[in-house]
């Protein structure tokens, strides 16, 4: 029976390896999810039939209560509070790490065992806080800005050390429990650390990141309590979450360590001139321009996602397509507060996904483009990143929307972007503003075609 | 006889490197999801939990165990709905 166990959960990570590998094409992707689903059924159905189980109530109630739980939040959520959503999901498996190493606690417990728990404590803790400050900042219940303070460098390094010493401390007296709950305290309070100075545009690479340490939790979990699977699976996660980390870094130009540690908030506040005059346009004039373009590109930012302009956008698109007029769209990787956010929500209104556009393909055609539109998106569009050696995001490769014949930027008003850079794109002889609510613009312009 | 560890390590080495493998050339349409489907493998732990909640002792580990079987329950059960709910929007140009 116990060799039977151990083969379901052979077979279980195999499942969860052809999951992983369908979730990367498009069209098998719904089909690789449901694999992996399957793979975690049989895990949980060997589990369960493990000879040391002796009493199932608290299991099936434990079951029972997440499931529910679970199961209702994923119906209710609002696609556009997608980022947060998962934030939350990921820091109650963080947490569940957490309370897996605590418990594997036990008075044979051997040196090997005894760091692995303190790993799975300390990831699954820090994953916990840190998941809820990101669920925060995204759903904005606190301020989304970076939260800096001085000597903040400081106490990070005392929290570091703190937590280094009572590790230590527990790997060698794991008995007095004192040192136990100092890791836990600590790597609780360092979760919230690490992710306060880190601001709302750098969003994705958090995300990412903190996927990434559930996964790893949940790794060191595996080794606490001596279970395969809980390494296979854990360490996919974990080098998943670190691949979309590096491609979120690369695509803002920046290290990792950068975004972690410095926050655009450090930044210096010079402000470089600006040429040129800003000219507003009114809808009726935006109308007419597109009435006449032939070629329309719209590049979204989180912008449409704060304005829920998702749908309005895909009825604009339709009436350009029924003018005869080519609509595609272009994203930045770094668009939104998650990665692939904006695919997401076009998705969500119906937009094919081979009218999204990546940066490098939307780039080359951009010369062709009559018109483009720019929702919400601002340092993602910036040329700054390409002409102003000086600015905080030069070399940030960027979708290169000046160089369309004209380019509308669709903005509540004229305050600067999240990182506060001035954007040269605003002042460009092409460039029109269109004022206002993006949604309401855009259902404006939407009007006019009727 | 090698150690049980060293296996265990090993395992976990060609995991990530596989994991590396898998990932790499994913396109960026499907980030959001191919995160919070493996946002929803993570929670993995389960497995681990359900020995520990079943264990009939009356102990600290027990409770700690049914908590963790909730918790990770709801990663799992939610993020894989989740995931499944936002595939399922993903259409291709008909025609």
Redesign the interface.
């Known amino acids: 029976m116990e060799n039977l166990v151990q083969y379901g959960y052979v077979v279980a990570a195999a499942l ?2 052809l ?3 369908q ?5 098998t ?2 089909h ?3 694999l ?2 399957g793979a ?1 059924l049989l ?2 159905i ?3 039939l ?1 000879q ?5 109530q ?2 099936l ?3 029972a ?3 529910i ?3 209702a ?3 209710l ?1 609002e ?1 556009t509070s ?1 980022p947060e ?2 934030a939350l ?2 820091g ?2 963080g ?3 957490l ?2 190493g ?5 008075p044979g417990a051997g040196t ?1 065992t005894l760091v692995t728990i303190v790993l799975s404590i300390l990831i699954g803790g820090l994953t916990f806080t840190g998941s809820l400050i990101a669920y925060g900042k995204l759903s904005e219940t606190i301020g989304s800005g970076a939260v800096m303070f001085r000597g903040q460098q400081v106490v990070n390094s005392l929290i570091v050390l703190g937590i280094l010493v009572s590790a230590v401390m527990f790997t060698r007296e794991p008995g007095n429990a004192q040192w136990l709950y100092l890791v836990i305290g600590l790597a609780l309070l360092f979760g919230i650390m690490v992710v306060i100075p880190i601001g709302g545009a750098d969003m994705p690479v958090v ?2 990141l903190l ?1 990434s340490y ?2 790893l ?3 060191a ?24 980390t590096r ?1 979120m870094c690369k695509a803002m130009n920046r290290s990792l360590g950068n975004v972690l540690f410095s926050g655009f908030g450090s930044v210096s506040s010079e402000t470089t001139e600006v040429e040129g005059e800003i000219k507003p346009i009114s809808v009726q004039d935006a109308y007419y321009v597109l009435e006449a373009a032939s070629n329309v590109a719209i590049v979204p930012g989180y912008g449409m996602a704060v304005a829920q302009a998702q749908h309005v956008v895909k009825e604009l698109q339709e009436l350009l397509e029924n003018n005869g007029c080519d609509v595609n769209y272009g ?1 930045h ?1 770094v668009a939104g507060r ?4 904006m ?2 929500l076009l ?2 209104a ?1 937009v ?5 556009l ?1 940066m490098d393909d939307i780039n080359p055609r951009m010369e062709t483009v009559d018109v483009c539109i720019v929702i919400g998106a601002n340092d993602v569009v910036n040329p700054a990143a390409r002409e102003v050696e000086s600015s905080p995001i030069y070399g940030m490769p960027i979708i290169n929307v000046d160089q369309a014949r004209t380019v509308f930027v669709l903005k509540r008003s004229m305050a600067s972007g999240f990182a506060g850079i001035e954007n040269p794109l605003f002042y460009k002889d092409n460039t029109r503003m269109l004022f206002g609510d993006a949604k309401e613009s855009i259902g404006g312009l939407v009007r006019e075609f009727d | 006889m090698i150690p049980n560890e060293v296996f265990l390590t090993l395992i976990l080495m060609l995991t990530i490197f596989l994991g590396f493998e898998l990932i790499h050339k994913v396109p960026s349409t499907l980030h959001t999801p191919l995160m919070s489907g493996a946002n929803a493998i993570s929670g993995i732990t389960v497995v681990g939990a359900i020995s520990l909640a079943g264990s009939g002792q009356q102990d600290l580990a027990n409770w700690l165990g049914a908590g963790a079987v909730a918790l990770a329950s709801i990663n799992v059960v939610g993020g894989y709905l989740v995931t499944d709910r936002m595939l399922a929007m993903f259409k291709k140009k008909e025609g």
């Open positions: 969860f390896i999951g992983l590998k979730l990367g094409s498009p069209a992707a719904r690789g999810n449901r992996s689903a975690m895990a949980i060997a589990a369960l493990d040391g189980i002796v009493e199932y608290w299991i109630i434990g079951f209560v997440g499931a739980i679970g199961a939040a994923a119906r959520v696609m997608m959503m998962v999901f990921n109650f498996g947490l569940a790490s309370l897996v605590w418990a594997a606690l036990n090997f995300i990412s996927n559930s996964g939790a949940a790794c979990a595996g080794f606490a309590v001596n279970n395969n699977i809980l390494i296979v699976a854990g360490a996919l996660v974990g080098a998943s979450g670190i691949i979309l491609i994203i990787p998650m990665p692939g956010h695919n997401v998705a969500e119906d094919p996904y081979d009218q999204l990546e």
